[in-house]
């Protein structure tokens, strides 16, 4: 099946830094999505992303769908301690909702 | 988005035991889907769970291990059969968002099996 390779694994920061992680795929997707999930919760979508080279914001986070249809990245800027939590890029083919997850992001955020 | 509830939220099984977990959404949804993630790994589907008929297994996931019911629109069950260790994860249902190429996902449930 389709693959997802996300980098990096993990990420310690100051806070106020700004943070970059990417997704990319041997297959095309038609939509890209991130999410974060907090210890305990299921994971909360932060940004959609649904043509190629879009950019997107959503307050301090940034995404943009790759032009190949095969990368994403998202960036935080000036991160604060609440930014904690893994990150995870997910594609979608064809059926909405049925997703291919990469392995996630784990941001730590020191005060 | 929609409100996603899942029952139980948590439980500790013991193995060769089964344990179904229940996902009420607050709206209609046409899509659910069943995910599972074993401890510090990502996410991956078991199963589509389709209004009145039969699941969709991926790849790895067999309907014996992983029975799924969808009654209606707006709620679906996972049973987790015949448990070993190896099942203990977190389970998570999803649904379509109203664009539909969204997914949204419930809180999981957290299952150990001793």
Redesign the interface.
């Known amino acids: ?1 389709q693959q997802l390779n996300q980098s990096p694994q993990s990420m310690f920061i100051q806070e106020g830094e700004d943070v970059s992680m990417n997704c990319t795929s041997s297959s095309i997707f ?2 890209w ?1 991130w ?1 974060k999930q907090d210890p ?6 932060l940004i ?1 992303l ?1 043509k190629a080279g879009e950019l997107t914001s959503n307050g301090r986070l940034t995404a943009q769908f790759g032009i190949t249809r095969k990368d994403s990245f998202l960036n935080i800027s000036a991160s604060i301690p609440s930014d904690v939590g893994i990150y ?1 890029c ?1 594609g ?1 083919e064809h ?10 992001t784990t941001l730590t955020v020191k005060p | ?1 929609a409100v ?1 509830s899942q029952k139980p939220s948590r439980d500790i099984c013991q193995r060769g035991t089964s344990l179904t977990i229940q996902c009420q959404v607050d709206s209609q949804v ?4 069943w995910y599972r993630q074993q401890p510090g ?5 078991i199963a ?1 769970a389709n209004q009145g008929s039969e699941a969709t297994y ?2 790895g996931f067999v309907i014996d291990k992983f029975p799924i019911s969808r009654p209606n629109l707006t709620f679906s069950t996972l049973t987790v059969s015949n448990m070993s260790p190896e099942d203990s994860s977190i389970y ?1 249902c ?4 109203r ?10 449930t ?1 299952l150990t099996v001793v």
């Not at chain 2, 790994?41 to 589907?45: A, G, H, I, N």
């Open positions: 099946g038609n939509t999505l999410y305990g919760e299921g994971p909360v979508l959609a649904y995870f997910a979608q059926n909405a909702g049925k997703s291919t997850f990469g392995d996630g | 988005s996603i046409t899509m659910m889907f790994q990502s996410l991956t589907l589509t991926e790849s998570l999803s649904v379509e968002g664009a539909r190429t969204e997914a949204f996902f419930g809180q999981g957290r």
